[in-house]
């Protein structure tokens, strides 16, 4: 199924819900769960230390380090698994993708609050390709000056593409869910322009 842009204004966003095929999704799952080197990472809050409500790994080429909410990570090498993703989101966008951050949400507890991936290292239009694996959870936009607010279901296999001035105009966030649901694991594919 091809990507199929959404109508928001300010932005450029595309949603592949089946992006990929089921089965190749389920082994992915499984298999970054089991190898990916998952850390719970501290993150600064309003001056205090945390740690993030979910697991993540920031996994990339050699010259990637990523400052992230006050924290500087080095990159961790490419997982095998992930090299023909790369490949095939870099054939289809036309974008070197060389970073992405990997996040595992082990229950509707774990969840990401308000931000935009805005970071000076990832240009001014920034290009994000978020393949997301396991439980659909809620995925919300919100405009900085309208609040204007688009919430969509990212389900296991989908690709969500945003690119433009989604960055500069919204922000977003993964809302907690009272909802039983499963584990999910999201892959934010990123251009870092090294300094
Ligand atoms: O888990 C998601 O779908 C969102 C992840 C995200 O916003 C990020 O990694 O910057
Ligand atoms: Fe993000």
């Known amino acids: 199924m091809p990507l199929q842009p959404l109508p928001l204004v300010d932005a450029e966003i595309a949603l592949d819900p089946a992006w990929l095929e089921a089965t190749g999704a389920d082994r992915l799952l499984l298999e970054l769960r089991d190898r990916v080197p998952w850390e719970a990472h501290r993150i600064r809050l309003f001056g205090r230390e945390h740690a993030s409500p979910r697991l993540s790994c920031w996994i990339g080429d050699p010259g990637t380090a990523y400052r992230y909410s006050g924290t500087l990570f080095e990159p961790r ?10 490949d095939r989101l870099q054939n289809e966008t036309g974008v070197g993708f060389n970073s992405v ?5 082990r229950d509707g507890h774990d969840c990401m609050g308000w931000h ?26 919100k405009h900085r000056q309208t609040q204007q607010k688009l919430a969509i279901a990212l389900p296991h296999g989908s690709l969500l593409l945003m690119a433009g001035a989604t960055q500069r105009h919204y922000r977003h966030a993964l809302p907690r869910t009272t909802r039983p649901v499963g584990p999910r ?8 322009h090294p300094a």
């Open 77 to 86: 090498p490419w997982p095998a698994l992930l090299r023909p993703l790369r």
């Open 116 to 141: 935009s991936d805005d970071e000076p290292e990832l240009g001014a239009s920034p290009v994000i390709a978020s393949v997301s694996l396991g439980a659909a959870r809620r995925f919300v936009l």
């Open 185 to 192: 694991i999201n892959l934010t594919f990123r251009q870092i």
């Open 101 to 105: 951050l990997a996040n595992l949400y």
